[in-house]
């Protein structure tokens, strides 16, 4: 090999470790940014229930049915599968705005239930915030299954078509970043198309 061929395939090599790392900017940015839409809306249904155009016991209910992990369910007090006495929390842990207080409280409903929301909201939310700190990183995948690929990393990113392209083309690279159970679960879903990945924690 020439010296200037390995010259050149040494600065292909820069190019693509440059190409990857603004990559993985550009995905870290808008992941920044999905969690900047979510606090907003956050803070627009509070204050919508601050105002009583929501009613709270509509809003608690949807988000129970809403949550599934047993880390945020227990944030709003919702039973969740390791309680051994789910019953009893279910009926004794009622959530701020439920019928009971409703009725209990009368005309203090509002501003109690809204600052009970709030608290638990933002707390949801900086669970959100703070737990985004795994990076998934795709290090090889069967050429034969790369369509496969293509649609789980789409689900995975929410990236549109041409990105998502993009981004596993430049393998091995960083797909995502989110939290540790939400990584674990992409990264089942990438090796059931026999894709090597790899998580590392952002430290």
Known sequence: ???KLEKLL???????????????RETAQKRKEDTRRKILLGALVIEMMDKGELDDGVIMKRLEGFLTRDIDRKLFDFPVQGDSDSTETTSD??????????ESKGAKKGSS???SSEGKIADLIRTEVEGS???I???????????????TVREVTNLGLK????LIESTPCVIHKTTQSSADGAKKKLEKFGAKVSLKVDS
Do not use: F, G, H, W
Not at 163 to 166: F, G, L, R, T, V
């Open 1 to 3: 090999m020439t010296k």
């Open 10 to 24: 040494e600065q292909r090599e820069k190019i693509n470790a440059r190409i990857q790392k603004a990559r993985a």
């Open 93 to 102: 842990k009622k959530p701020t705005s439920s019928k009971k207080t409703t």
């Open 113 to 115: 239930a809204s600052q």
């Open 133 to 135: 700190s795994v990076e």
């Open 137 to 151: 990183i795709l290090e090889e995948y069967p050429s034969d299954q790369k369509m496969a690929i293509l649609r």
């Open 163 to 166: 990105e998502a392209k993009d």
